[in-house]
């Protein structure tokens, strides 16, 4: 399984919205997600570190959910800078996605020693809107599944 994600969607974000808690590049404090292409699918690698803890050894829920929700918005732009011909590396900003709906199943606690995947598979529900259902692993365990709805960000979004 690939461990590193060497062109993600968010290595291309415009400065002016590369600043997301989850995904942003520019966010010091952040946690920097960074999703790209497996196949037909999407993927973004996370190692929690020991502030993401709910309990010693045990991942923050809140955690997850963040996870689901920026590679969700992520591999929605992936889709749609794809379908219209480009992919990260080629250095032409891509669409920026901002969430309209998240849900999240926890299945079983999250184990914070190892490395988190989560795996997405998309939907085009219309031109400007994406489902992404993602599943999250710990090593082979599947620990969490959700789906985003993610939507081009409006206009009234820019500064």
Not at 8 to 18: K, L, P, R, S
Not at 43 to 72: L, M, N, R, W
Not at 106 to 117: A, G
Request: proline share 6%.
């Amino acid at each position: 399984m690939k461990d590193k994600i060497i062109h993600a969607i968010q290595d291309e974000y415009e400065e002016d919205f590369a600043h997301c808690y989850g995904c942003g590049r520019l966010n010091e404090k952040g946690l920097h997600f960074r999703t790209g292409w497996l196949g037909d699918q999407t993927v973004t690698i996370f190692k929690p570190q020991e502030e993401h803890s709910a309990i010693p050894g045990f991942v923050y829920g809140g955690i997850i959910a963040s996870f689901i929700d920026c590679h969700g918005t992520g591999s929605a732009a992936l889709a749609l800078h794809r379908e219209k011909g480009y992919e990260p590396g080629d250095k032409v900003a891509p669409p920026r996605f901002v969430t309209a709906r998240l849900h999240v199943d926890y299945l079983k606690p999250t184990p914070q020693d190892s490395p988190l995947r989560a795996i997405g598979r998309l939907e085009k529900l219309h031109p400007k809107r994406w489902k992404v259902h993602t599943e999250v692993f710990a090593g082979e365990s599947l620990c969490a599944k959700g789906y985003v709805e993610a939507v081009v960000m409006p206009d009234t979004f820019k500064i």
